[in-house]
């Protein structure tokens, strides 16, 4: 079974960073694409940045480009989102996902990490 | 990009049939066949439940399908169950920077 264990979030002032991590396991994580999607509070869901199988490829919603950064260590099964430059428009609960690179869909999802940008 | 539009909220009784609306444009949803549909319960992440427009993953119930006309993709559930109550999320492929966009969302109650 697939899982997908996201860790990072928290509580950031505006103008701050943080580095989300997704750990997975039950897949040969180096074979897949994988996603970042988030959920602002009581909102729908938004992607937000999308990585190749080796890394070698990124992708940015125009809301986060230039202020996220996306990658990931094959090695350690693990995928992260790099976010400075934090806005309150950027509260949200952040998914990791696997992502069909072929035909833009997502499935498993992890079970989110909660960020929050407040002062 | 804008977000795909979906009616904010649909009922129907157990054992009836609903459908759930996800309008686009010719650029997204009428250009091609990446439409997506995600059912998320209360404080639990999305699940896939249609992919490709029609397509039903593995484990999905017969029950939940999908159809594109136009600029309009659909999600229909039938024999609406008590545990279908959730809300629904269309999502397409979009050839801008902006990869893959998202519905609103459709919260489905089961009366």
């Known amino acids: 079974e697939v899982q997908l264990l996201e860790s990072g979030g928290g509580l950031v002032q505006p103008g701050g960073s943080l580095r989300l991590s997704c750990a997975a396991s039950?897949?040969?994580?180096?074979?897949?694409?994988m996603s970042w999607v988030r959920q602002a509070p009581g909102k729908g869901l938004e992607w937000v940045s999308g990585i190749s199988a080796t890394g070698g490829t990124t992708y940015y919603a125009d809301s986060v480009k230039g202020r996220f950064t996306i990658s990931r260590d094959n090695s350690k099964n693990t995928l992260y989102l790099q976010m400075n430059s934090l806005r309150a428009e950027d509260t949200a609960v952040y998914y990791c996902?696997?992502?069909?690179?072929?035909?833009?869909?997502?499935?498993?999802w992890g079970q989110g990490s909660l960020v929050t940008v407040s002062s | 990009q804008s977000a795909l539009t979906q009616p904010a909220s649909v009922s129907g009784s157990p054992g009836q049939s609903i459908t759930i609306s996800c309008t686009g444009t010719?650029?997204?949803?009428?250009?091609?066949?990446?439409v997506s549909w995600y059912q998320q319960h209360p404080d639990k992440a999305p699940k896939l439940m249609i992919y490709?427009?029609?397509n039903r993953p593995s484990g999905v119930s017969n029950r939940f399908s999908g159809s594109k006309s136009g600029n309009t993709a659909s999600l229909t559930i039938s024999g609406l169950q008590a545990e279908d109550e959730a809300d629904y999320y269309c999502?397409?492929?979009?050839?801008?920077?902006?990869?893959?966009?998202f519905g609103g969302g459709t919260k489905l109650t089961v009366l």
């Open positions: 039950g897949l040969i994580f180096s074979t897949y694409a």
């Open positions: 999502s397409s492929y979009t050839p801008s920077t902006t990869l893959i966009i």
């Open positions: 996902a696997k992502w069909d690179w072929n035909d833009y869909w997502f499935a498993p």
């Open positions: 490709d427009v029609s």
């Open positions: 010719s650029s997204d949803v009428g250009a091609y066949k990446f």
